[in-house]
């Protein structure tokens, strides 16, 4: 029997090797498949990483398929059962890196659309795809680029789903609604170096810092929401000494990270911060990176949308969550008031032998399917 038409294109796909930032031509398979179907395609290549912007039609409501062709590297071949970038079918399961994240939420995307064009080649609306290979890297040179070359020239989105693998526990059971953002700084606390035996001639930063840090680790940012957690606190990293044992050490340089949801704007975080280590009235340098900013799409017509293809398909009601990483859903938001994260189950993602199921992936074209006739056919 002939493999299905999304299983065969998500084996293409993941016999491409295309770890981050390497597309290794999987735009051009895509690119093949969707320009029969009257897709202007435009490439929006930026500093070795490929972009791809593909849109069907000109009028509104604009539905985006959003995803991202690059894996994370393999690991130790050794501990595959079989080669990662060779497809290989077993046990029900389709394995190699991509299976789940993301290629075969692509494969799943091209022909749910190639399915929907057959039957509505007049439909209202029009459709496009976003597809990037840096977002298991830096996230850079990638959808941001794309986003910033739409926002320049007025062109915004209406509806945007990303093939993220959001599911749990089983295939269906899991949107993601939006994500937390991610906030990461720099400490640098200074002191004076000297002789552990001199107490009185240093300032030893770690006992300057401790209080400050224990503090910082205490605090309760916010409540979260409906849809949030309350902001978390982590120190990631804490370095300090010369490492010889009878020696303060002239500075300390801690990282942390907050995971900040809508409750918390960014601003307000790094003041709390700023004020409470002046209050330990430290000496400090502090770096802020913000990897991005917090999104949310509450319940309204893509959510619903997403929601009812989820449960007419698989026959389950979905929960809406914002938990886990970050994700590209958090540039395009920029420029789309409704973005939802939905894909097949997480659970073998950036592991050795990653997985999709055969039946999930069958399942996720329909949903995706199912998502068009919801949001283009009147």
């Known amino acids: 029997m002939a493999a299905s038409p999304t299983l065969a294109l998500a084996r293409e796909l993941i016999a491409l090797p295309s770890a981050t930032p390497d597309d290794a031509g999987c735009l051009e398979v895509i690119a093949k498949r969707l320009a029969p179907l009257g897709f202007a395609l435009e490439r929006i290549d930026c500093n070795g990483v490929s972009n791809l912007w593909a849109r069907r039609g000109n009028s509104a409501p604009l539905i985006c398929f959003a995803g991202h062709t690059d894996v994370v590297p393999p690991g130790p071949l050794d501990q595959w059962r079989s080669p990662p970038f060779v497809p290989t079918e077993r046990d029900g399961f389709l394995f190699g890196r991509g299976a789940a994240d993301m290629k075969s939420s692509i494969a799943a995307f091209v022909f749910a659309s190639e399915r929907f064009i057959a039957e509505h080649a007049d439909h209202a609306g029009s459709l496009a795809l976003l597809l990037t290979s840096d977002e298991e890297g830096d996230a850079v040179d990638g959808t941001v680029r794309v986003v910033e070359t739409l926002k320049a020239r007025g062109e915004s989105i209406d509806y945007c789903i990303v093939g993220e693998p959001t599911c749990s526990d089983r295939f269906g059971d899991t949107i993601k609604n939006g994500r937390r953002g991610s906030l990461s700084a720099r400490l640098i606390v200074k002191g004076v170096q000297g002789h552990v035996a001199y107490p009185e001639k240093v300032r030893n930063p770690i006992h300057l810092a401790a209080p400050a840090l224990a503090e910082l680790a205490a605090t309760r940012w916010d409540e979260g929401n409906e849809y949030f957690p309350p902001t978390s ?103 789309c008031p409704e973005v939802a994260e939905f894909g097949p189950l997480n659970a073998s993602i950036h592991k050795v032998d990653e997985h999709v199921s055969l039946v999930d992936l069958e399942s996720l074209t329909g949903v995706y399917r199912s998502v068009l006739d919801r949001l283009l056919v009147a």
């Open 233 to 335: 606190f982590q120190i990631a990293n804490i370095h300090a000494g010369t490492g010889a044992p009878n020696v303060v050490p002239g500075a300390l340089e801690a990282f942390f990270n907050f995971r900040f949801s809508t409750e918390s704007p960014v601003e307000h975080l790094q003041e709390a911060v700023h004020a409470l280590l002046d209050r330990h009235d430290l000496e400090y340098e502090i770096h802020w990176t913000i990897s991005g900013r917090p999104y949310l799409t509450p319940r309204g017509r893509l959510v619903d949308a997403l929601a009812g293809a989820i449960a007419a398909t698989t026959g389950v009601d979905p929960v809406l969550s914002t938990s886990g990483g970050t994700s590209d859903g958090r540039f395009i938001a920029d420029i």
